[in-house]
């Protein structure tokens, strides 16, 4: 397994911004597909978004598309998601999750999780 350490969570109002930041362990960063999950209070976690090992793929959940962007740096071992025109319902617990080369939406799938970033948004 990697370990995950996410960054950059915080309160911020509706219509505001944030950058996540996720820093992997180890030598195998680049043979990681990364996704991004989300919790919200009462509620499942669900899929947010994932990028390939690459960086030239990525895939969104319907309600993210065209406010959230991954991207990752393979010299740094680090995900990122920018998170733009925020809203209060996307008030949860972020987490970044890996797995070895392919690519799935399915959270049951992945096998390294971090601990977890709040993100609060303030109407």
């Known amino acids: 397994q990697v370990q995950l350490v996410e960054s950059g969570g915080g309160l911020v109002q509706a219509g505001g911004s944030l950058r996540l930041s996720c820093a992997a362990s180890g030598r195998t960063f680049s043979r990681l597909v990364m996704a991004w999950f989300r919790q919200a209070p009462g509620k499942e976690r669900e899929f947010v978004g994932y990028?390939?090992?690459?960086?030239?793929?990525?895939r969104y959940a319907d309600s993210m598309k065209g406010r959230f962007t991954i991207s990752r740096d393979n010299a740094k071992n680090t995900v990122y998601l920018r998170m733009n025109s925020l809203k209060p319902e996307d008030t949860a617990v972020y987490y970044c999750a890996a797995r070895y080369f392919t690519v799935s939406v399915n959270q049951a799938d992945f096998d390294s999780w971090g601990q977890g970033t709040q993100v609060t948004v303030s109407s």
């Open positions: 990028i390939t090992t690459s960086g030239r793929d990525t």
